[in-house]
């Protein structure tokens, strides 16, 4: 089991959430975040003074996924949110030790 | 991060360019000095100038009551639409009120209201310059403004009066082409709107034409200025093409949702309250039983609208939309416009009734249509305008209150077409030449300027896109929601 968190642009979620439904994944969280990395941010103007705003907004999303799902919704997340240019954000890949489905108890593979 | 316009930036100043010089020549060429107002009123005794000093001040407030609605369309318009555009479109509200102002008082009073032919004026058109000795009224008046005689009080509260309503029809197309035209291209059009094309509607129907010697009567200006504004915004959005991820491949609509309902309360009831200055301030007179009674009607007409709004609403989709009951009462609003002196306070009821209706099934008839209008303002202003002008042929009443005296009486008062009949007309002829000139002015705009922001642009936001800005900088949970974009 692993939990994959992705940082992605906040319009490629639509396409995301329609691709891990043809999957089959039940589901996903998303956090609203700000960060920067080659994609240095952007350039504001007010009142005569410029401020490099220095953070863009993404979107972060945490799936866990059992390990044959692993690749196939990798490749749907990279596939959703890639357009080819700085700023399409990155795909972090962390190994679960324990899942537990708080309704029912149920655990690890049972509970995904 | 490169601003990607579809033509280059400069091309902007080229039609405001033209726009200054042409101002300037002919402001020189044609400026004469008016009566002043002191010798203009100097005849009068005691009474008579109290009269028109009442009936000033009650213009006045009332227009500036109008010119308050300005701040509703504002906070009703951003409040609909996304976080990310809440700059561009205040801006857009705001700004609108002055290019109104310039713009009317450049030439667009004086083609409205100037002695002239069917469709415009030729007398007196630049700058309010031509002589004209109001308050004097009937036979007393010697000016270039006849049709507007009527009324007794001096020019320039006239032409602040009319000023207002100006504004307001430009404000009413920001609404529909919100999200995604240019700022430039905004402020390119409303200059013409109000130079040119709002006048010649209302020319045709205020300022002593076509459809003023048929008989058409408009009291507030449903067809004046809510179709004209409705027709405009019309055309315009059918120009621009709906927003990104509104409508699907398959025929679906999405629903892109407000971000601001606080706002758009707020809009709502200053607009609500704006419209107690814009019918019952329509007399240009403090004549008591006329402003009291259009109050009135104004009010009932807009109850009957949210109500009906909100039934239908809840009743079509479920609950009731906050979005809708709103839409609700200004559908209402629109509708009782044209009416409001003509119609007794029952009747009143009836058209704010149909009004709330008739909203709800615009809305989701021009979302199937494919149009899109992220604030309603077609269903609102377009459909109830045309509406309020057809429902003054139905219930008008001469008796209901003295500024009711010129109508005919209505089909359902037992008076036959003679009223309905010119109000058809003029919904037709008004329906014609303004979406035809509109349409001319935003190909016009398109070709030259440019009309649509970039798709990244559009993405982005416009807030950034238009004005390097953001209404909100800080952290906020405003992006999660979907933008049915599905290509990447």
């Not at chain 2, 308050?68 to 906070?75: D, K, P, T």
């Not at chain 2, 083609?111 to 109001?134: I, V």
């Not at chain 2, 039983?289 to 009010?299: G, K, L, R």
């Not at chain 2, 149009?371 to 219930?395: F, R, Y």
Request: overall charge neutral; some cysteine.
């Amino acid at each position: 089991m692993h939990m994959i968190e992705a940082i992605i642009r906040p319009h490629a979620l639509d396409e995301l959430k329609a691709r891990l439904a043809q999957l089959g994944i039940p589901g996903c969280t998303a956090i609203e975040v700000k960060g920067f990395g080659k994609q240095k941010g952007h350039t504001e103007r007010y009142r005569g003074q410029r401020m490099d705003v220095g953070f863009v907004p993404k979107v972060l999303i945490k799936i866990a996924v059992r390990t044959e799902d692993l690749d196939p919704t990798v490749n749907a997340i990279i596939s959703a949110a890639r357009t080819g240019k700085v700023g399409d954000g990155k795909i972090f890949v962390y190994p679960l030790q324990r899942v537990i489905r708080i309704r029912t108890g149920e655990t690890d593979h049972t509970a995904l | 991060m490169s601003h990607l316009h579809s033509k280059p930036r400069y091309f902007g100043f080229l039609p405001l360019l033209s726009l200054c010089l042409a101002l300037f020549f002919s402001s020189t060429l044609q400026a004469q000095p008016s009566e002043s107002s002191a010798a203009a009123t100097s005849y009068l005794d005691q009474t008579q100038a109290l009269k028109v000093a009442l009936d000033t001040l009650w213009t006045l407030l009332a227009g500036f009551l109008v010119f308050f609605m300005n701040l509703g369309f504002a906070m009703v318009e951003s409040g609909l639409c996304r976080a990310k555009n809440t700059v561009n479109i205040l801006a857009k509200n705001f700004i609108v009120f002055a290019c109104a102002s310039l713009a009317f008082l450049a030439l667009g009073w004086g083609l409205m209201f100037g002695n002239g032919n069917a469709f415009f004026g030729t007398e007196g058109l630049w700058f309010l310059s031509a002589p004209d000795n109001s308050p004097a009224t009937g036979e007393d008046y010697r000016g270039a403004y006849s049709a507007i005689s009527w009324a007794g009080i001096p020019l320039w509260a006239k032409f602040f009066f009319q000023l207002v309503f100006c504004g307001t029809a430009a404000t009413i197309v920001s609404g529909a082409v919100a999200e995604r035209i240019r700022f430039g291209s905004f402020l390119i059009f409303s200059f013409i709107l109000c130079a040119l094309i709002y006048p010649m509607a209302g020319h045709m129907i205020w300022g002593g034409g076509l459809l003023a010697k048929f008989g058409m009567l408009d009291f507030a200006g449903s067809t004046v200025v809510h179709s004209v504004g409705g027709w405009a915004a019309l055309a315009g959005t059918l120009l621009l093409g709906p927003r990104l991820g509104k409508y699907n491949p398959d025929g679906s609509a999405n629903a892109i949702p407000a971000h601001n309902m606080t706002s758009v309360c707020l809009g709502g009831l200053i607009l609500w309250f704006g419209w107690f200055g814009f019918n019952p301030g329509s007399t240009m007179a403090a004549d008591a039983p006329s402003i009291a009674h259009i109050a009135v009607t104004t009010n009932i007409a807009a109850s009957a609208a949210t109500l009906s709004a909100t039934i239908t609403a809840w009743l079509l989709l479920g609950k009731p939309d906050f979005s809708m009951i709103v839409n609700g009462t200004l559908a209402g609003l629109v509708a009782i416009t044209a009416p409001c002196a003509f119609v007794s306070v029952p009747s009143s009821l009836i058209i704010g009734l149909i009004a709330g209706i008739l909203v709800v099934f615009s809305v989701l008839l021009f979302d199937r249509l494919h149009i899109d209008d992220p604030v309603g303002a077609l269903s609102v202003h377009l459909v109830n305008g045309i509406w309020g002008t057809l429902a003054l042929g139905l219930w008008a009443d001469p008796q209901v209150c003295p500024a009711a005296s010129p109508a005919k009486k209505g089909l359902l008062c037992g008076g036959g077409f003679e009223q309905l009949g010119p109000q058809l007309l003029g919904i037709f002829v008004v329906a014609l030449i303004t979406f035809s000139l509109s349409s001319a002015a935003w190909f016009l705009i398109k070709w030259t300027y440019g009309l649509r922001v970039t798709r990244e642009e559009e993405i982005e936001g416009l807030d950034l896109g238009e004005h390097d800005q953001a209404a909100y900088p800080d952290f906020q949970r405003t992006y999660i929601k979907s933008y049915h974009i599905r290509e990447a």
